[in-house]
């Protein structure tokens, strides 16, 4: 079973769920040689061009072109040891942040500014928050006071809404929001659809 989940940081081609169906087949990537389990070193890249030694990663190697195949608990073993040594919060500890914050994987994007679908792709694991962000992250960890008023300022949801959908009356109510506690003069200023400024001078 070849679940092919290579990822930009950690290049293992290949991850197995179960290794034991692995031992002494031919090498998926060659078709030359058998598989041989072996423990040893595995290097990781990390981007820069800087590579990472991370020692005893159980692995199944080809020694005629040198794939080598990870099962799923060895990939994890690489994926954390890459993240405790770029300081990077591994998807769990992402989860975990966001779960003590009691949203979703949408909110926890916007309130953060990030694209929609950003944070779900840490917790999967398939992108990594940078290092700063991973910083910014802890912060919030540590005082959830300051992510509630992160949260209240809806600045993410408001930029959207301004560039998004801007309708007549989307657009006055962003530029004059204390006309929002009064739907009625709203409803008749939207129905002119012209200089939304001049008309509110007018209504005073
Ligand atoms: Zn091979």
Redesign the pocket.
Known sequence: MRTNTKTADVDCAYRFENMSDLANTT???????T?QTVKRDYIAPIGDGQKLRIPNIEMEV??????EILSLEAAREVDSAIAEYTDRLNPDELTAVRENFGVDKTEMSEVLGLGGKTYLRWEQGNQYPSRSMGYYLRVLREFPEAFAWLRSRGWRGRNRVATAERTPLVEMQHRFPALASDPSRLNALATTRCNFALILFAKK
């Open positions: 090498c998926p990537a060659c078709g030359e040689a598989l080809c020694d005629k072109c040198g794939e």
